[in-house]
């Protein structure tokens, strides 16, 4: 018996990819994924749309993050099957978006530089998460999308009906 060795077309990568492309098909993940990048494109540009380039730290901190979300939105919307393991990452951007115009040394914190990083630091945030939900989802059995999963059982005339927990007859099921 000859086995591949192509790693690609075994059943579990297979099935993997199924379930990370049917993710990024989603609708409500690819809006997730196309603010998650106009977010990051504020997010780089907000010091100068914003009022605050003469802090320094703080404008090269938003835009190497703004920058960084923007490719990860990129990658998740282009290939989430590649990149889904790193969907934990704009969540972490989020909240250091946030904390940001307190942590970075100097003077950073204004009111302007506050409420640019805090709003857009919470929308990255929300939309992290979102994106990880995404991944995380499970397909149900027969393959009605994301969520809950639905058990069905065939009958003898192949219409399906769903069952809750019942896996063997008991005294109220009928045979």
């Not at 190497?64 to 972490?92: D, F, K, N, Q």
Request: net charge positive; no cysteine; glycine share 12%.
């Amino acid at each position: 018996m000859t086995h591949s060795t192509d790693i690609g077309t075994h059943p579990d990568i297979v099935q993997m990819r199924a379930r990370y492309e049917a993710a990024a098909a989603n609708p409500v993940a690819q809006g997730a994924d196309g603010l998650a990048l106009l977010s990051g494109m504020y997010l780089a540009l907000s010091p100068w749309i914003a009022g605050f380039s003469d802090r320094g730290p703080l404008t090269v901190n938003n835009l190497i993050t703004g920058l960084v979300v923007t490719l990860l939105a990129l990658g998740y919307s282009s290939m989430y099957g590649r990149t889904y393991g790193i969907a934990w990452v704009l969540p972490l951007i989020g909240l250091w978006t946030i904390i940001a115009p307190w942590v970075i040394r100097g003077d950073m914190a204004s009111a302007r530089t506050i409420w640019s990083n805090v709003v857009v630091g919470a929308i990255i945030l929300a939309l992290g998460l979102a994106t990880m939900r995404f991944g995380m989802a499970k397909h149900d059995r027969a393959g009605h999308g994301f969520g809950k999963s639905r058990m069905t059982e065939h009958s003898t005339y192949g219409q399906d009906r769903t069952t809750y927990g019942q896996d063997r007859p008991g005294p109220t099921s009928r045979s």
